[in-house]
């Protein structure tokens, strides 16, 4: 079955410290993959997606991620993160023979401590 | 700016009650789709849409039926509700007519409790 794994269901990290969620997908011919956001009540909002070319994706807010084929994965890393970072991440995937079908992650909620 | 507008925000509903969940967009946009999202399992895909008259099935469309007679509206209803409908519902658009290049625009969420 196509799916998505995030490996954490929460993450604590200090203020300022760099952070990595990590997100592995199933393998298949094609994949695209993205990465969303959601703040306290609200809806979900794109921070990057990979649909083809560099491997190494930039997104809002300072976020990144890097596409690795060979390990199936896809995690979000971000250098010093801040407070205001602090949310709940989906990663989503899209496999090539179903377009039309965006399958999300359970999520990992990010949270920053001062 | 509206982009994609949900009603109602919250409802209480009672077990074999029917209802429908309300989801409007302004941008034009051919993809239309419903999401429930539950703790730990994530947002799944219930129905989606390509365009006005066309609709298939997600992962979980079991208790749900969807209608596209506009572009504007995609409405969700629910015939008879039961506790494990219990959930947030998003309603996302997107401007491609696949899910797989576009961007997704989502509501703010309608909260449904069934009792």
């Known amino acids: 079955a196509q799916s998505v794994t995030q490996l954490d269901s929460q993450v604590p990290v200090f203020e300022e410290a760099p952070v990595e969620l990590r997100c592995n997908y199933s393998s298949s011919v094609s994949v695209y993959l993205f990465w969303y956001v959601q703040y306290p009540n609200q809806g979900l909002q794109l921070l990057l997606k990979?649909?083809?070319?560099?491997?190494l994706v930039k997104g809002i807010n300072g976020f990144e991620a890097e596409f690795n084929k060979s390990q199936t994965s896809f995690h979000l890393r971000k250098p010093s993160v801040h407070i205001s970072d602090t949310a709940e991440y989906f990663c989503a995937v899209i496999h090539g023979g179903a377009t039309n079908k965006l399958i999300f992650g359970t999520g990992t909620l990010l949270a920053v401590q001062p | 700016n509206a982009g994609v507008t949900q009603t109602p925000k919250f409802q209480v509903l009672k077990t074999g009650q029917s209802m429908t969940l309300q989801c409007a967009q302004d941008?034009?946009?051919?993809?239309m789709s419903w999401y429930r999202q539950d703790p730990g399992m994530g947002l799944r895909l219930i129905h989606y849409?390509?365009?006005?008259?066309?609709?298939d099935q997600g992962e979980v469309p079991n208790g749900y039926n969807v209608s596209r007679s506009t572009t504007e509206d995609f409405p969700l209803r629910l015939l008879s509700a039961a506790p494990s409908q219990t959930s947030v519902y998003f309603c996302?658009?997107?401007?491609?007519?696949?899910?797989?290049?576009?961007?997704?625009?989502f509501g703010e969420g309608s909260r449904l409790t069934v009792l």
């Open positions: 990979y649909l083809s070319g560099s491997t």
């Open positions: 849409s390509v365009g006005a008259g066309i609709t």
């Open positions: 941008m034009n946009h051919e993809y």
């Open positions: 996302a658009s997107s401007y491609s007519v696949s899910a797989n290049t576009g961007e997704l625009f």
